[in-house]
T-cell receptor, first 114, second 112 residues
Framework: DVKVTQSSRYLVKRTGEKVFLECVQD?????MFWYRQDPGLGLRLIYFSYDVKMKEKGDIPEGYSVSREKKERFSLILESASTNQTSMYLC?????????????FGAGTRLSVL | QKEVEQDPGPLSVPEGAIVSLNCTYS??????FMWYRQYSRKGPELLMY????GNKEDGRFTAQVDKSSKYISLFIRDSQPSDSATYLCAMSASTNAGKSTFGDGTTLTVKP
């Protein structure tokens, strides 16, 4: 059973804080993703990583950075949290090369920035 | 205009009803079509996957793809309260380097 684990279910942070969201997958997947999900806006891709130390900007990378030092772990960093980054953050992983691009999601981190 | 448009809902139906969830798309390169189900406060999970055109059935669920019309549907027969969730369509091309394009989701409530 594929497991994608996000380190926190709920986080409350203050404006200007540096925030780390951690994601770990146990299926040796090459691809990992960070999305944010907001009512009426659907899933929006923040960053994508297709290998260790490799990353690609998604649709809304501004205000975010990522780190992938190990294959199983993909971190999302909010350099200076702002209230408009209050959202549900979802991590996902998928195997490379199948073409299907089926993604396996974590349970999500609900972040509130006050 | 978005590459993938999903009927927005929300949908509310009585238990036992047949439900139809629909998405249209504009990118003719899409070959893989997925439906994810997302329960409240959880991450999406894959429900069904279809390659190219045609139908696929899994129990009470049928996924249908019409590439000529760029239209996909998910049918739920004999809907149950446990089917209450948000349903997301997703699509990808083999050239997408691992990425999928998601619809915004349709929230379904099945009332007992």
């Amino acid at each position: 059973d594929v497991k994608v684990t996000q380190s926190s279910r709920y986080l409350v942070k203050r404006t200007g804080e540096k925030v780390f969201l951690e994601c770990v997958q146990d299926m040796d997947h090459e691809n990992m993703f960070w999305y944010r999900q907001d009512p009426g806006l659907g899933l929006r891709l923040i960053y994508f990583s297709y290998d260790v130390k490799m990353k690609e900007k998604g649709d809304i990378p501004e205000g975010y950075s990522v780190s992938r030092e190990k294959k199983e772990r993909f971190s999302l960093i909010l350099e200076s949290a702002s209230t408009n980054q209050t959202s549900m953050y979802l991590c996902a992983s998928s195997p490379r090369g199948s073409g299907k691009n089926i993604q396996y999601f974590g349970a999500g981190t609900r972040l509130s920035v006050l | 205009q978005k590459e993938v448009e999903q009927d927005p809902g929300p949908l509310s139906v009585p238990e036992g009803a047949i439900v139809s969830l629909n998405c249209t798309y504009s990118n003719s390169a899409f070959q893989y079509f997925m439906w994810y189900r997302q329960y409240s406060r959880k991450g999406p999970e894959l429900l069904m996957y279809t390659y190219s055109s045609g139908n696929k059935e899994d129990g009470r669920f049928t996924a249908q793809v019409d590439k000529s019309s760029k239209y996909i549907s998910l049918f739920i027969r004999d809907s149950q309260p446990s089917d209450s969730a948000t349903y997301l369509c997703a699509m990808s091309a083999s050239t997408n380097a691992g990425k999928s394009t998601f619809g915004d989701g349709t929230t379904l409530t099945v009332k007992p």
